[in-house]
């Protein structure tokens, strides 16, 4: 068994995000009390052929462990070779097998949810990963409850991967034709963790501590995994561990320290050197700056000048500027305005 379901835990994870949970964000969910990490997918032939960026979704820090490397493809015999590259050079904790993702171009290349259509393929890539592994690291995965509606086979599909071998599987309960729309369903979630004797972890629509600890006391999952809530939220962990532990909320987290975070996370990114130079740094930052700005007074227009900044100095000239006009108490500014 992994080791983090040891002694009655309940571990959250950082759901795997492309283009959002990179190291810069992993270290600062980790900090704010995400137990388990998971990359941001990668390319099995990217790193057969040791594609420098594709290395780069690899790189994870020791303060984030356990930490597992996410792969996607088709091929199991070409997944357990890049598995092993992968394990060579970084030493992960475990490595995870992506067949949820929805996107279009990796579902076109039989990889990500598209293999819920294929169990045959499924199981051999599972397989294929796991022996090629041996006893090195587990392997675990990640699934959605089905292609559609009309075939809704997750737990078919966790024993299918528990007998290939994975050591746990991780359920977005949503199907990939939903996307991320409408509710995730978790009475499959929970199907799926009685049909299997490894541990499930359940993701999707985890707002709050509230939120988890439902989950905890009514389905059977060994932990849960949260992704876009933390977007926005990063203190979601701190906030839901507290919760399960006292059954309170904390108080709100004040917009100053809300401002600081950001500030910080666009310092850290501009450190990492992994979006280029500080133009195109800021630029790959928007979308994040969107999320985390979500709720803020004055939102609307806020989002807007958060939509060109180009420079870690105009990020701190609009967070100094916006918490002066909220402490000033101005109802006629631009960003007083309503969200």
């Not at 283009?19 to 137990?35: H, M, N, P, Q, Y």
């Not at 819920?116 to 090195?136: I, T």
């Not at 977005?172 to 541990?199: F, K, L, M």
Request: aromatic fraction near 6%; charged fraction near 25%.
């Amino acid at each position: 068994m992994l080791p983090w379901f040891h002694n009655e835990s309940f571990p959250l994870y950082l759901a795997p995000m492309a283009g959002v949970t990179d190291v810069v964000f992993r270290s600062i969910c980790k900090e704010l009390g995400a137990d388990v990490m998971v990359t941001e997918f990668v390319s099995s032939e990217g790193i057969i052929r040791k594609d420098e960026r594709t290395r780069k979704y690899t790189e994870f820090t020791d303060q984030q462990r356990p930490v597992g490397v996410q792969l996607f493809g088709a091929d199991g015999e070409r997944m357990g070779e890049a598995a092993k590259k992968i394990i060579d050079w970084k030493e992960p904790d475990f490595i995870d097998i992506n067949f949820g993702c929805p996107v279009k171009k990796v579902v076109a290349k039989n990889g990500g949810s598209s293999l819920l259509k294929d169990c045959p393929v499924l199981a051999s890539v599972a397989s294929s990963v796991a022996k090629a592994v041996g006893e090195q690291v587990p392997v675990t995965a990640k699934i959605r409850i089905g292609w559609d509606e009309q075939s809704v086979n997750a737990p078919e599909v966790c024993q299918i991967l528990e007998e290939s071998g994975m050591q746990a599987i991780s359920v977005h309960g949503r199907t990939r034709s939903q996307g991320y729309r409408g509710d995730a369903n978790w009475e499959v979630i929970d199907a799926c963790s009685r049909a299997v004797s490894i541990p499930v972890i359940g993701n999707g629509d985890l707002q709050s501590g509230a939120d988890l600890k439902h989950r905890h006391e009514t389905t059977n999952v060994a932990g849960v995994m949260i992704g876009r809530a933390a977007m926005q939220n990063p203190w979601i962990f701190r906030e839901a561990k507290h919760y399960l532990a006292t059954g309170e909320q904390l108080p709100p987290v004040p917009i100053e320290e809300r401002w600081q975070l950001i500030v910080r996370h666009c310092t850290l990114a501009l450190a990492s050197n992994r979006y280029g130079n500080e133009r195109q740094t800021m630029m790959a930052m928007r979308s994040r700056l969107m999320a985390y700005c979500k709720g803020f007074p004055g939102a609307k227009p806020l989002r807007q000048r958060l939509s060109t900044v180009a420079s870690l100095t105009e990020i701190e000239g609009v967070a100094a500027e916006h918490l002066e006009r909220l402490h000033a108490g101005s109802s006629s500014s631009p960003l007083a305005e309503s969200r």
